[in-house]
């Protein structure tokens, strides 16, 4: 059990704790982010964490990855041939057991286990045996479905009773076979087994769609996702005029987009505005010729994606399933309002006065919210902006909330 000891220096508990964070990535895209974010905070208090992840490279130490390049492939084949997402990689998935052992791992913290790298039967099968407490945070709906990571976007809800044929096979995680009903009975015996768990999700919709799958059994909270304030912050009026002449568009209303969720909307956006407008998009290739686009690589520099955020006039995320996106409150720290489609928890970053709502595949909608934006008061409009971001979403503020969490459960 952790110990917690009172530091010296200050009214503040130290606990003596050891935590393991599992995800997909570590220290790069938005949940590898968050998970680094979180270690760190974890850190502040005297306790260690360590983050297993599956691919790419880490940024942060202590941290393992789990299996290797050919066993992950062996992995993406079985799930490519036979719906086997989250059920190969497992020597990978033994040796991580190995390290929590090892390491005397006093509470797991799960993030994302799908993506071709851990084998969760494995992991939760020694969970429930050790009775080892449980934090899931949820960045998507994979977890409480046969299949899919998201099914709002073709208005599914066999997740509430049980998954059968899905409508979502060949999509992410793509598969030329059905195994939904077995992959969901699977998740629910396993899942609604675990000893002590905690679940988060990372917007007020996907808690309220927890409450109706088979994980409502456990405690729900919502801990919005977070962003670093000292680097995603409104750049001078110099740094803005630079980016815009960078990318031509110094008389033009700049619109931002990142990824490339919602792509083939943008596209016929551009060819429905004048040229008093220029679309800017970051991290997708260019699929149409169209001068009113400009397309950038991945910016990997987070200080220079921030001045690409603050010289937009506006953000777009016209996305057709999202949980809680991070691009929305990059935008809202560099001062930039934000028009999103009416999709999960889009939406809930934003407020009359910081942005606009717009329905899935409404164009003209979007570029009516175009132009309200535009006849608002600029400065206003970007205080504002950066008053929500400070108010809800420093990260501080956001991911030290998972440390009561843990205390809670140690507790128990």
């Not at 990535?25 to 979180?38: D, K």
């Not at 919602?262 to 060819?271: A, F, R, T």
């Not at 400009?294 to 057709?320: G, M, Q, R, V």
């Not at 504002?384 to 990260?395: N, V």
């Amino acid at each position: 059990m952790a110990q917690t000891r009172r530091s010296p220096s200050s009214n503040l508990y130290k606990i003596s704790m050891k935590i393991l964070e599992i995800n997909t990535v570590c220290g790069e895209g938005s949940t590898g982010n968050i998970a680094v974010e979180i270690a760190h905070c974890i850190k502040q208090v005297g306790a260690t964490c360590y983050i297993a992840y599956g691919h790419g490279y880490s940024n942060y130490e202590p941290s393992f990855r789990i299996g290797n390049n050919i066993e992950q492939l062996i992995h993406k084949i079985l799930s490519r041939l036979f719906d086997f997402q989250g059920l190969g990689s497992v020597w990978g998935t033994i040796n991580l057991l190995k390290i929590i052992k090892q390491e005397q791992i006093d509470l797991i913290h799960i993030h994302n286990i799908h993506g071709n790298y851990l084998n969760y039967k494995i992991l939760l099968r020694y969970i429930i045996k050790k009775k080892i407490p449980v934090v899931l945070t949820l960045h998507d709906c994979w977890t409480i479905t046969g299949h899919c990571a998201h099914f709002i976007d073709v208005n599914c809800t066999k997740w509430q009773t049980g998954c059968f044929r899905c409508p979502k096979k060949r999509l992410y995680p793509a598969s030329l076979t059905d195994f939904s009903k077995r992959n969901y009975n699977l998740k629910r015996t396993l899942f609604t087994h675990v000893n002590q768990m905690h679940i988060i999700t990372v917007s007020d919709w996907l808690r309220e769609i927890i409450k109706q799958s088979y994980l409502a059994k456990f405690p729900i909270d919502t801990i919005h996702n977070g962003v670093d304030l000292t680097i995603f912050y409104p750049r001078d009026t110099t740094i803005k005029k630079n980016i815009k002449q960078d990318i031509g568009c110094s008389q033009q209303y700049m619109i931002l987009a990142v990824g490339t969720k919602g792509l083939q909307d943008i596209i016929k956006l551009s060819q429905l505005l004048s040229n008093e407008y220029k679309i800017v998009i970051i991290g997708a290739t260019d699929q149409s010729h169209n001068k009113k686009l400009h397309f950038i690589p991945p910016i990997l520099d987070k200080l220079k994606l921030a001045e690409y955020y603050s010289a937009a006039d506006c953000f777009i995320n016209p996305t057709y399933a999202d949980t809680f996106p991070t691009t929305n409150l990059e935008a809202l720290a560099c001062g930039t309002p934000i028009i999103t489609y009416r999709t999960g928890g889009s939406v809930e970053a934003i407020t009359p006065q910081t942005g606009k709502i717009v329905e899935k595949g409404d164009l003209q909608g979007i570029i009516a919210a175009i132009h309200s934006l535009e006849k608002e008061n600029q400065e206003l409009l970007s205080k504002h902006c950066r008053l929500r971001a400070e108010t809800y979403f420093d990260k501080k503020l956001c991911f030290s909330k998972y440390i009561d969490i843990y205390k809670r459960l140690l507790k128990k």
